[in-house]
């Protein structure tokens, strides 16, 4: 019998390779971090309102009130995310913000174990205790791009950065029962409308090849990957979603070596050994399963 969590696992661990290399789009764009979240909101957010359209899933969607805030509520947790990861990026390194920004499924397990109850297993915690030591020891012992040791601003930022996305990962899962296409359209379009102030101080870039970098980031990096990202989240267990997400770092630190020249420190290379370890573990024995409980309805209950 085929596994029903197999094309989850496959659209989300999609995603996550597309993440890793959002730093590589934002940094050839040239642009300010404002700017280049206003120009991914605005690209993927029209693209996904158009296909929606098209589709006729908006004649048929009928949201309630609380629908509506949580995704207004997720969409500016989701620009605020964007913003200060890619204002991060400047200040240490790709890989780095990167690493530091994946404290976040961590987060994200937290608050499912505080606010829904959901259990999470020893082998879980032991995993991400591993993950979360490999992320401290990257951190720790990594360089910027002009080899001078990351600075705490750059941190700081990527830290904010995951905790704002954990929340807005946690208020998706509990909005699965919308048609991703349309939420993510909302969402997009909120943060469109959040950020166009932010361009009379930060204007778009006025080159073409900085025009056309953003253009990608609005379709592929968004478009595409926040539908196959919604499409997925609701269906899996969060510990599963967690460890996954460990591709995103790994693959955002090789783009940093091959494209920006970063070179990898022993200590970096251990943290990242770290980090695919954790991910590439079992996700959960048979006695795990047997006792876990579902963390959430198919439907919002009333």
Known sequence: MKNPESRPVLQWSAAMALSGTIGAVVLESGAAAPAVAFARCLVGGVLLVVWSLARGWFRDWRPTRRDLLLAVAGGLLLVGNWVLLFASYSLSSIGVS??????????????????????????????????????VVISLSAQGDDGQPVRFAGIALALGAALLY????????????????????????????????ALLFTPLPSSAPGLLWLLLLGTVHTAVMYVLMYASIGKLPTTTVALLSYLYPVVAVVVDMLAFGHR???????????????????????AEMRDARPGIPSRASR
């Open 98 to 135: 990167t690493v530091v920004y994946h404290t976040q499924p961590l987060i994200l397990v937290g608050m499912a174990a505080m606010f829904l109850g959901e259990k999470v297993g020893r082998s879980h915690l032991a995993r991400a205790g591993v993950a979360f030591a490999g992320v």
């Open 166 to 197: 954990a929340g807005a990962s946690f208020i998706a899962k509990q909005l699965k029962h919308i048609r991703p296409h349309l939420l993510a359209a909302v969402q997009l379009t909120v943060g469109a409308i959040v950020l166009a102030p």
């Open 264 to 286: 990898l420190t022993w200590a970096e290379g251990l943290g990242m050994l770290a980090v695919l370890a954790a991910a590439l573990a079992p996700q959960r024995t048979k």
